[in-house]
C-alpha cells in the first residue's frame, strides 16, 4: 500500500494502523510542493514508524507551471478571497502518489484526510480518475481516533510521536499559500492571534515607507519580478518573502466546504494576493468588455471545479481552452503598491493596450466624434424607452374616471358663490 505521508501524527500513526488492520507493507510517499519542511528528516520519521521504502519528490516547478499559473489565468479566489493553495496541491499530490503505486505495484493508495473537509473529495476522485483499480484506504474516516487517542495508540506501539497533544493549530503550507486552522480559530468571533502568522508582518508593524513591485506578463503568467526575468518558483518564493513584509495577504473569511459545513479559514498567500490582482488589472487592458464580462463567469466555474476536487472533469479542459485563448494577448507589465497590509495597482503598461489616450483625452480636439454619441445613446436606451413608455400609457389607461371628490368646505364656498 502507498501512502500519502505528510511526516505528521495522523499519518506517522496511519502507517502501523495499516500494517495490523489489512495487513500490508507500507510504502510512504512525501510531495515536495514548497511547504519548506525537512525532506530528510521526514524520511527518516517514515522508516522510523515502519515504512519499508519512501519516496522524496520535488514537484515544486510542476506545481507552479501546471497547477499554479493555470489559477492564475483564471483569477481563481474561492468565493471572492481564497486563492485555492491547498487545493491545488491535491491533484498533483494524487498524481504522483498513483505514479509509485504503478510503480511499486501496490494494490492500494491511502491518504490522511479527514471525513469533514474537503481534501477527502479532492483525493478520491482524482484517485478514480487516474487509477479505478487501486483501492482507496482513509484511516481517518475509519478509525474515529481523537488526537490524544492517536498519541496513546504511538506510545503504545513504541512509535516515535512526530508532535504532542499540545499541538494547537492545523497547518498546510505550500508555495502558494499557508493554511491555519484549529484551536482559538474554530470560533469565528476570535481575532486571530499574531502568533500563528509566519509569511506575513502584521500591518501595524510592517514598514513604514511603501515598496513598489513590478510584475511582467506574457500569455497570462508572471515572467519577471523588478525587472529580472525568474523561474516561476523563484518569483513566487522571492514575492512571498516582498508582499509578506508588508503584511499583504493576510486572509480570514468563513468558507463553505464541500460537505455543506461552513468553516473559518485562516490563509497567508502574499504572492498569489498579488499576483491575482495584477493579472485582472492587466486582463481589463487589453480584453475588451464583452471578453471580461464573459470570463468572470468562465473563471468562477474553473475555480469551483478545481477548490471542488473536480481537477480531471472534462469541462474544466474545455473552460482552460477559452481562457488560455484569451490570455494569447495579456502580455505587459503591472506596478503595484505595497504599504501595510494594503496593495493597489498604480500602473500598468502593454503593446497590446485596448486603452487609447486620444480617445479619452477632454482636449476638445480629441479623435472622438462627439457628434456620434446622441444618436448611439438613442439606440442604446431605445428599449428602456419604450418599455417605460408603454408602462405610463398603461398606468393612465387604469386610472379611475369617476371625478375627484371635492371636500366639503370646498363646496360649500362654490354654492354660497353661486
Known amino acids: 500500500m502507498v501512502l500519502a505521508y505528510s511526516g505528521g501524527l495522523d499519518t506517522s500513526v496511519m502507517v502501523k494502523w495499516i500494517q495490523e488492520k ?14 519548506l519542511d525537512d525532506l530528510e528528516e521526514i524520511e527518516e520519521k517514515a522508516k522510523a514508524v515502519g515504512a519499508v521504502k519512501h519516496y522524496s519528490i520535488d514537484a515544486k516547478k510542476e506545481f507552479v507551471t501546471d497547477y499554479v499559473f493555470p489559477a492564475i489565468k483564471a483569477n481563481a479566489l474561492y468565493e471572492g478571497k481564497y486563492p485555492l493553495s491547498s487545493a491545488l496541491s491535491r491533484p498533483l499530490i494524487v498524481s504522483k502518489l498513483v505514479e509509485v503505486a504503478k510503480k511499486e505495484g501496490a494494490s492500494a493508495v491511502a491518504h490522511g484526510c479527514t471525513g469533514r473537509g474537503n481534501d477527502q473529495v479532492r483525493f478520491d476522485v482524482t484517485i478514480k480518475s487516474l487509477a479505478p483499480d487501486l483501492k482507496i484506504i482513509a484511516p481517518v474516516r475509519e478509525w474515529g481516533l481523537t488526537r490524544e487517542e492517536e498519541i496513546k495508540f504511538a506510545e503504545a506501539k513504541g512509535l516515535s510521536i512526530p508532535c504532542s497533544a499540545n499541538s494547537t493549530y492545523s497547518i498546510d503550507q505550500n508555495l502558494w499559500g499557508r493554511a491555519i486552522e484549529c484551536g482559538p480559530l474554530d470560533d469565528p468571533n476570535n481575532e486571530p492571534p499574531e502568533e500563528i502568522f509566519e509569511w506575513t508582518a502584521s500591518p501595524e508593524k510592517a514598514p513604514d515607507t511603501p515598496e513598489y513591485v513590478s510584475i511582467k506578463f506574457e500569455d497570462g503568467v508572471p515572467c519577471a519580478l523588478n525587472g529580472e526575468d525568474l523561474d516561476p518558483v523563484t518569483l513566487i518564493e522571492e514575492l512571498n518573502k516582498i508582499a509578506g513584509k508588508h503584511g499583504v495577504g493576510r486572509i480570514d473569511h468563513i468558507e463553505d466546504r464541500l460537505v455543506g459545513i461552513k468553516s473559518r479559514e485562516v490563509y497567508e498567500c502574499p504572492a498569489a494576493t498579488v499576483l491575482l490582482e495584477a493579472h485582472k488589472d492587466l486582463e481589463k487592458m487589453v ?72 480617445l479619452v483625452n477632454y482636449n476638445i480636439k480629441t479623435s472622438f466624434n462627439q457628434s456620434h454619441a446622441e444618436g448611439f445613446v438613442e439606440l442604446w436606451g431605445l428599449p428602456t424607452t419604450v418599455f417605460n413608455a408603454l408602462k405610463n400609457k398603461v398606468m393612465l389607461a387604469e386610472e379611475p374616471k369617476t371625478p375627484p371628490k371635492i371636500p366639503k368646505t370646498l363646496a360649500i364656498r362654490k354654492r354660497k358663490s353661486c
Open 22 to 35: 489489512y495487513p500490508a507493507n507500507v510504502i510512504t510517499v512525501t510531495v515536495d510542493v514548497g511547504q
Open 287 to 358: 480584453l475588451t468588455r464583452h471578453e471580461v464580462l464573459f470570463k468572470q463567469q468562465i473563471d468562477a466555474q474553473w475555480t469551483f471545479l478545481a477548490y471542488a476536487g473536480l481537477w480531471t472533469e472534462p469541462l474544466k479542459d474545455a473552460l482552460e481552452a477559452f481562457i488560455n485563448k484569451t490570455q494569447e494577448r495579456v502580455n505587459g507589465e503591472v506596478h503595484v503598491k505595497l504599504y501595510k497590509g494594503g496593495l493597489r495597482v498604480v500602473r500598468r503598461s502593454s503593446k497590446l493596450s485596448l486603452y487609447n489616450q486620444n
